[in-house]
């Protein structure tokens, strides 16, 4: 049975805040601070800018094969085990990174273990959870909790450059390690795995609401969700696995490749990190509104125009540092976040609308390996394009492209047909 009297602050809003902080320490300390750290550790250590790199292409493929069994036990146990975990593992591996003298532990650290710490921890843990609370609203709840991830660039990247210029790269990881550990304690402690667990419903509907009709976007999103193994047999599975796949390469280069690219072009550290600021501080303001659009309006057409403004936003970063405009450099990335600022709540809410949220967490799961493997070489690859050729240009030019082409798939992709020989009632899998 459900409570009769809504709650006077439904429970839901309590797990956008806490995914905000989670999704601020796991994308922020695996992808933002990352380009920080890059030439003063390949100067220090000797490496190359390709080596520097691997780790993220390996942790593409740690993230896919974590993500196929997250998903899963988050639809069934919810994600606070999973987050206290994740919190454990991040932290260790972040302040271990403070130690290293080798290759070899570069890529264990940074590319095995910080990225399952931060798997148990993000986007997929905390999204699929607030798929499960809000349905009407869950456009707003997703882009409000993923703001996160923008304000990590707003305030970890430079924050991390100053503190490896003042203080050493080594000390910078430690920061890093100990804020990690104190902040995804508390928010893990606060997550909860679906709404009628605790006599509540989704959006923080009354049972009056649902008399009226108020919920019954939430019943047929619930009723019509397809399993793990019926989303598989769909063509729209895969094509959204891939559209999405090529936009966020643009993420896994950027965050990456931002502080070098901009310091071969002449600027100083301080400033050329100021450019993943600049990117964020729109991100950041833009979720709201694109929340807002979400759910008022068809989701595909909008994810598509986010797609396009990255990828045309690359094109203008590449000719304005190459001509030496600083302010038209600013503008690039400036619109680069009003586009990134899209990416994650419409993927979440694409998802969950295509495939409902009953299995949401098992078919996001089975998504990951396909969707993680299209991005794992774009790192590594930029960097490899770099020690031969001596630019990124050419490499941040191709990641347009992709996202060119991203947005004509989006436009294309209807949803799954609802005619399924398996049974609704099959468990996920």
Not at 119 to 136: M, S
Not at 250 to 265: E, G, N, R
Not at 348 to 371: D, H, K, L, Q
Not at 398 to 410: F, P, Q
């Amino acid at each position: 049975m459900t409570n009769a009297t809504p709650q006077r602050l439904y429970y839901g809003y309590w797990l956008i805040g806490a995914a905000f902080v989670a999704q601020f320490i796991a994308v922020g300390a695996q992808n933002y601070v990352i380009g920080s750290f890059m030439i003063p550790m390949t100067e220090d250590l000797g490496w190359s800018r390709a080596e520097f790199t691997l780790p993220r292409t390996l942790g593409q493929f740690v993230m896919a094969t974590a993500g196929f069994f997250i998903g899963t036990w988050v639809d069934r146990a919810g994600a606070r085990t999973f987050m206290l975990v994740g919190a454990a593992i991040l932290s260790a591996a972040l302040f271990s990174l403070a130690f290293i003298t080798e290759l070899w532990q570069w890529i264990l650290l940074n590319g095995l273990i910080l990225t399952l710490g931060a798997a148990l921890i993000g986007n997929l843990v905390v999204n699929v959870t607030l798929a499960k609370w809000f349905v009407d609203f869950r456009g707003r709840a997703v882009a409000f909790a993923s703001m996160g991830v923008s304000f990590a660039g707003i305030l970890m990247t430079p924050f991390a450059t100053w503190v490896i210029d003042h203080q050493g790269w080594r000390f910078a990881w430690q920061v890093i390690a100990a804020s990690a550990l104190l902040l995804v304690v508390p928010v893990a402690l606060c997550m909860r795995r679906a709404p009628e667990d605790y006599g509540l419903l989704p959006d923080g509907r009354s049972e009056a609401d649902m008399a009226a009709g108020k919920g019954d976007r939430a019943i047929a999103d619930f009723a019509n969700s397809m399993t793990r193994r019926e989303a598989l047999g769909t063509r729209t599975f895969y094509f959204v696995v891939l559209a999405f796949g090529l936009f966020g390469i643009t993420i896994q280069v950027m965050l990456i490749q931002t502080v070098p690219f901009m310091t071969d072009a002449g600027y100083d550290r301080n400033a050329a990190a100021l450019m993943i600021t600049v990117a964020s501080i729109p991100a950041l303001l833009a979720k709201p509104v694109w929340g807002w659009l979400i759910d008022e309006l068809n989701p595909r057409p909008l994810a598509a125009a986010s797609a396009a403004l990255t990828g045309c936003s690359l094109f203008l970063i590449v000719h304005a540092v190459g001509a030496g405009s600083t302010f038209g450099a600013y503008a690039g990335f400036a619109l680069l976040g009003f586009g990134w600022g899209g990416m994650i709540p419409l993927q979440e809410v694409i998802w969950a609308t295509f495939f409902g949220r009953r299995y949401i967490g098992a078919v996001r799961s089975a998504a990951m390996p396909f969707s993680l493997l299209l991005t794992a070489g774009a790192p590594l690859a930029t960097s490899y394009y770099f020690d031969v050729i001596g630019d990124y240009n050419g490499a941040i030019i191709t990641v347009g492209i992709a996202n060119l082409v991203s947005a004509a798939l989006l436009l294309s992709i209807r949803p799954p047909s609802r005619d399924r020989s398996v049974s609704q009632s099959a468990q996920p899998g």
